[in-house]
């Protein structure tokens, strides 16, 4: 199969498709043939080794990334986080999935699918693709979607609470923009000129263009600022916010990085009443990858950037 490797530590140039051993599935996992991956900023954080916390938390974090991921490059050649496709083949002792089920997951740590398969237990962050949704809308909803989800409920946003959301153009921005409205809160999104329209889009009443006016200087006071991009000063986002309020940084303040499948299944259920989707951005092919790692490096996509893996997708 064909398969992006990376063997070290670097640009987008560290990455090369190459062919692979096709995996077999054990008994209690699901081969599945992957029609669409990402690239989020989380890729390319471990490619190039630049966790962006900051200088000095950097320093700090490095040796124990090092530790976890590997230390002159990964030790898990074959990157990629979050994939949609479908099951070609089961284990002999799998009873939740069968061939043929069109599924979405968030393979985390394990990576693997920048491919055109990956094996993955049948009891890991794993269901089936709502009926009216496409691969290519839901390969971005396991980490983005998830990551989103998890900071409204750190922040317990609560219906008629005010959010102010900053990056509200990027991938998990977008996706906290819906989340937020289902859950009955105000929202204020943050972005540049012309995402402001798209935001609008996806329910923000109100957007805020950094460009033309410093969000920060807000006369309104929220109940929680999320800086979804982990750009903000937290000082000045802290200005906005009421005396009991939330500050969250889409960098610092995750809870933890291991995902769950009741989150997948929670969005799986707003996904099947249309309340819940994504926003693509730009799309690539699997030998266009190193193109679209530098487009995620330059920091502006608006979205999620979606890689469709074989011809049929």
Known sequence: MKAVICTKYGPPEVLELQDVEKPTPRDDEVLI????????IGDTKIRSFKPGLGKVQDALFKPLMRFMIGFRGPRKKILGMELSGEIESIGKDVTLFRPGDKVFAATEMSFGAYAEYKCMPENSVLAT???????EETAPIPNGGITALRFLRIAKLQKNQKILIYGA???????TIQLAKTMGAEVTGVCSTPNMDMVRSLGADKVIDYT????????ELYDVV????????????????????VYLNVL????????HLEELQFLQTLMEKGKFTSV????????QIVEAHHYVDKGHKKGNVVILVGSDT
């Open 280 to 287: 693509i951005d730009k799309r690539f092919t699997l030998d």
């Open 252 to 259: 610092k303040s995750s809870g933890g990085l291991k995902l």
């Open 212 to 219: 033309q006016k410093d969000f920060t200087q807000d006369p």
């Open 226 to 245: 999320f800086d979804a991009v982990g750009k903000a000063s937290p000082s000045d986002c802290k200005s906005i916010l009421k005396p009991d309020g």
């Open 169 to 175: 153009s990027g991938s998990v921005g977008t996706f």
């Open 129 to 135: 693709i709502p009926e009216a949704m496409s691969y």
């Open 33 to 40: 043939k992957i029609h669409a991956t990402t690239v989020h």
